[in-house]
């Protein structure tokens, strides 16, 4: 995967929609039946859709803008995913603290041949929750086997680096010489 921004493949934004009709299906039609009530009757039922028919379009109308605005980086020494419409979020991976990348693929990731990459870390935000989640991308497995590499690549550099190891050893060392020092009664 070449070092840059990408972006969630367009269909990310028709799965987006298939989601917000099918809470509005099994969430929200189940309470017509309430309109059988002879009190509530076909009053209620009016109200209940044009309730409804407000949130159902305000969420279809910002599908669009939210897409836009989703966008994956790949840097040097960590990945940046940025969202949001009101709310802007920006939030930075760190490689060296990646500990798994999980493919999940729901019912409608399948039917439409996405997938999301959760970036899970080593107690960085001190949640079991992904720190990172790409969704929408349509070559999922390539980007996790890039995003492996530069995890990696970073792991290698690091471990690598023969002055960063004299650096731990004379830290160590100093360590010590200072624990065994407060042993020693004055």
Sequence with gaps: M?????????RLQKKMVWQVLLVFLLGCCPFLLLGLIPDLGMTYVIW????????????LA?????????SYELRDLDL?????IITRSEN???YRMVTNI???????DRLLGLGTLQVHTAGYSQS??????LVGLE????KREALLARVRQVDGSALGDADQEERVIDLLREIRDALQGQDRPD
């Design 128 to 133: 079991t929750e992904a720190e990172a989640s």
């Design 139 to 142: 070559d999922y497995d390539q």
């Design 92 to 94: 930075l991976v760190p």
């Design 2 to 10: 070449p070092h840059g921004v990408f972006r969630p493949d367009p």
């Design 102 to 108: 999980r493919v999940r693929r729901g019912p409608l």
């Design 62 to 70: 910002l599908i669009r803008p939210y897409y836009r605005s989703v």
């Design 48 to 59: 209940f859709l044009v309730g409804n028919a407000i949130w159902v379009v305000l969420a």
């Design 80 to 84: 940046v995913e940025r969202k949001g």
